[in-house]
């Protein structure tokens, strides 16, 4: 698996390559991150 990796504030974009573990392993930090924020964004817009 190729990782992109790219800070805005940096004008260079990286590419590095590592195991499909890796990559498994990042793609579930992504889902459990969308989770977390998305329940906090219902969080604040209903008040609680």
Partial sequence: MIV???F???EDTEYI???AKVG???R???RE???WYMTEKKI???GK
Wanted: proline share 5%; hydrophobic share 40%; net charge positive.
């Fill in 28 to 30: 579930q930090l992504q």
């Fill in 44 to 46: 604040i817009l209903i």
């Fill in 33 to 35: 991150f969308d989770k």
């Fill in 24 to 26: 498994r392993n990042i």
């Fill in 4 to 6: 992109k990796v790219e």
């Fill in 17 to 19: 390559r590592c195991p």
């Fill in 8 to 10: 805005m504030y940096e």
